[in-house]
């Protein structure tokens, strides 16, 4: 039972280089999430997408997309990398958030430094 | 606005005492949910603890228990007869019904347990 699947674990980049970080969960879940996680600040909210086929913006979504393929998969782009964007990234997914919240499953993290 | 704040970067204690970690909220919606997460120095984050809003009792599992006081929003976490294993990151964390019951995070507090 593989859960939340995130890739790459690691990742190193240029300033200005782009890459997609791919999220696959195998649990039904309706709702996905990308969190990234900066020393001293928690996690901050990308963007989630509460059902297939939406998509909305979190506390901090300048310099990101993202992409709903399907239900089980949810992927994070970064366009143009830049140095603030070094951080560890977490996908997370919940079964059907209607009644006050659910769990949030989490994926093991990419670590992503921007040189 | 939806906010959490943990006030404690970091807490001591001995091993086998009880520990409670401070998390405040704010939020304006009547059903949101609170949770407690734990992340070890491996990275990943484990779920403990949840408390829907219109719950009347304080949630309990196992070692971990959950002091919630609504007027005061306050949700703080209670750990009992700690063990060196708590040694972790804890997360206080919210979903609220407005805007697809996004979870939204503290800044965490950082737990040394004392041999």
């Known amino acids: 039972n593989a859960g939340v699947t995130q890739t790459p674990k690691f990742q190193v980049l240029k300033t200005g280089q782009s890459m997609t970080l791919q999220c696959a969960q195998d649990m039904n879940h309706n709702s996905m999430y990308w969190y990234r996680q900066d020393p001293g600040m928690g996690l901050r909210l990308i963007y989630y997408?509460?059902?297939?086929?939406?998509?909305d913006k979190g506390e901090v979504p300048n310099g990101y997309n993202v992409s709903r393929l399907n239900k089980r998969e949810f992927s994070l782009r970064l366009e143009s990398a830049a140095p603030s964007q070094t951080s560890v990234y977490f996908c997370?997914?919940?079964?059907?958030?209607?009644?006050?919240?659910?769990?949030?499953?989490f994926g093991s993290g990419t670590q992503l430094s921007v040189l | 606005a939806q906010k959490i704040t943990q006030t404690q970067p970091g807490m001591f204690v001995q091993e086998k005492e009880a520990v409670t970690l401070d998390c405040t909220y704010d939020?304006?919606?009547?059903?949101?949910?609170l949770f407690w997460y734990k992340q070890p120095s491996s990275g990943e984050m484990i779920f403990l603890i949840y408390?829907?809003?219109?719950?009347?009792q304080n949630a309990t599992e196992g070692r971990y228990s959950l002091n919630f006081q609504k007027a005061r929003k306050s949700a703080n976490l209670v750990i009992s007869a700690s063990q060196l294993g708590d040694s972790a990151m804890y997360f206080c964390?919210?979903?609220?019904?407005?805007?697809?019951?996004?979870?939204?995070f503290g800044a965490g507090t950082r737990l040394f347990v004392k041999a």
């Open positions: 964390a919210m979903s609220q019904n407005t805007g697809g019951f996004k979870t939204i």
């Open positions: 997408s509460a059902s297939e086929g939406t998509t």
């Open positions: 939020t304006s919606d009547p059903s949101y949910g």
């Open positions: 408390q829907g809003s219109y719950d009347q």
């Open positions: 997370a997914s919940t079964r059907n958030p209607g009644q006050g919240g659910e769990k949030l499953f």
